[in-house]
């Protein structure tokens, strides 16, 4: 045989030098959840993730910044005692997320801070939009997320990541930045987030599920994409980059590669994608059972999130993937 491809396999130092594919802790992203309390709070459905206090929070911000993660993304556990069905919580300049993205900016230099911008958090509805009549109102909404980005920014986030697939409303928050002067804030767009199943331990996490009952929609299907679709991303995409998104995000991620690569193949701006948290937990399930190494899945699992063309990796197991990529 003149051509043997296990050649190209023979060694590690081999396949290190063949490999087409790179991960390092540089392309991830830790999300962190954030709470009032002065302890942290265990999350049952994420093991080893908890709801942090501020001080947590820039405790592991430090973690990940010396094992080479540049960036951490915060969402917000609100008391049900102060969500309404305007979100106002959302609005305060001194509420949890500004607060905790000062005390990051402050002690952790260096660090890249995201901010989730969405009302479901905020809404005693559940919902990313306002709620009236049955529906999720979308142009109503883009005030209010405008708004709550700005309000981040002014806080010292670095990226801006509209959550909440309303229409139009990338373009309102650009607007709204730079009419604050806030030029250099940029935008990672959720341009392309599915109705998907596996969003659960995160609303657990949150207490963020839709309200279901009387004028409230059970679900999200009417503004989060439906996991059938692929060509309809290319749509979100065209608008956003239009509206002035500078990184555009696909999530999930393993059940989506095609759509991370066919996004890769049609935009110039940097592409992330989230490995969200029921892709996460049920890899620590089934490790739990003894039926998965978890570290190697956890590798393979980003390692083909790369493949398919994420610039950016959003991540529950960015510290236990860093640690194991120095190894």
Known sequence: MLSRPRRNRSSFGIRSLVRETRLDPGHLVLPLFVHEGAHDEPIEALPGHARLSILGAVARAREALVLGIPAVALFPAISSVVKDRHGSAALDANGLIPRTVQALKAEVPGLVVITDVALDPYSSDGHDGLVDNGQVLNDATLPLLAKMAVIHALAGADVVAPSDMMDG???????????????????????????????????????????????????????????????????????????????????????????????????????????????YAMLKAAATQGWIDFDAALLESLTALRRAGADVIFTYGALEAARLLAR
């Open 169 to 279: 409303r990338v373009r309102a928050i650009r607007s709204a930045l730079d009419e604050a002067g806030l030029h250099n804030t940029s935008i990672c767009s959720y341009c392309v987030k599915y109705a998907s199943a596996f969003y659960g331990p995160f609303r657990q996490a949150l207490a963020s599920a839709p309200r279901a009952g009387a004028g409230i929609p059970s679900d999200k299907a009417t503004y989060q994409m439906d996991p059938a679709n692929v060509r309809e991303a290319l749509r979100e995409v065209a608008l956003d980059e239009d509206e002035g998104a500078d990184w555009l995000m696909v999530k999930p991620g393993l059940p989506y590669l095609d759509v991370i690569q066919t996004v890769r193949a049609n935009t110039t701006l940097p592409v992330a994608a989230f490995h969200v948290s029921g892709e």
